[in-house]
């Protein structure tokens, strides 16, 4: 549920809370994205299941902007995410994290944009597997800038193409005492991500992404560094049928260990959607994730160190109404 309200002639307030219930451990080894509408709601992802670990996700979202000058905006932004974990029978800890970010940004001409950020966010951790277990309670917390730039034009009157670059990095403090091996203490993470889309016909668009940054993954007790792909094609067949093909690529290991919780994983979708009426669609949906943990990585009971999936789909989409005039 969110909301977007404006407070003022410059000043508008972002609001969102989520809550997601799912039975699969590893939803979240793909990188997330932040929250930018509202209604965005944390991807559950039931396709990936692979147990009977049921657990609830909140997250909460509060941001506020205003604008400086016609060019400038200042924004503030406050994060809450906790996952609670259901009868787990003690192999396995809830996690929370929470956070701050600040953003300066400035158009500086019609096609170009800057910004530039800070973020403070900690987070509470850990699992326990067979006899080997971290600290309870144990706590990560990390600082981090991070600088990006903004650009789009338009190729022609049905070519548009836009690009985002962010270039950051990130100290991060664990508790030296957590058993978490070599690497706990202090340690540097660069981050970066960069997106390009283009919109290449009236019906068609593709866009590609980038990233790479550090994560807080409740199923796997620890924060952990992925470098993540992904790429997305779609438009109309024709004007009742629609495609939409995408495939993602992510790789990740510790941030306490890099020598620990190695994994890659990959993911595609493809969706061909048909309409009946103009508000009545009915949809047929082919899904493959596989995943893989390197290196002897100590896992969560119940949790195995490769899977491959494939799974077919069949739906209807509804479009209606929320307010009639």
Known sequence: MGLSARLGERTTLLANQTAAYSPSYLYGLFPSDAVSTPGYAVPAAPDYAIGDS????????????????????????????????????????????????????????????????????????????????????????????????????PLSPVQQLAVECSFGWS????????????????????????????????????????????????????????????????????????????????????????DTLVFDTYGADLRVRYALTRSLAVYGQYLYYYYEFQRNTRLPTGIPSGLERNGLRAGLTLWVPALRR
């Open 54 to 153: 049921e657990s609830y996700s909140y997250g909460t979202t509060l941001t506020l902007t205003h604008g400086l000058s016609l060019r400038s905006r200042l924004s503030a932004t406050g994060e809450f995410q906790y996952t609670d974990y259901l009868n787990n029978m003690g192999t396995r800890r809830d996690l929370n994290s929470q956070g701050i970010r600040g953003e300066f940004s400035r158009n500086l001409t019609q096609n170009t944009a800057v910004r530039a950020g800070y973020r403070y966010r900690t987070g509470k951790f850990g699992h326990v597997a067979d006899a080997v277990a971290t600290e309870p309670g144990a706590s990560a917390t990390e600082h981090g800038g991070e600088l990006s730039a903004q650009y789009s034009r």
């Open 171 to 258: 100290r991060v403090n664990t508790p030296v005492s957590s058993a978490a091996g070599p690497g706990t203490g202090r340690f540097y993470r660069l981050s970066s991500d960069v997106a390009v889309a283009w919109q290449f016909t009236t019906s068609w668009q593709t866009r590609a992404t980038f990233s790479r940054g550090l994560e807080y993954i409740a199923q796997l007790g620890e924060p952990v560094v992925i470098d993540g792909f992904s790429a997305e094609l779609g438009g109309f067949i024709t004007p009742r049928i629609d495609v939409l093909a995408s495939a993602r690529y992510s790789s990740g290991a510790s941030a306490l260990n890099r």
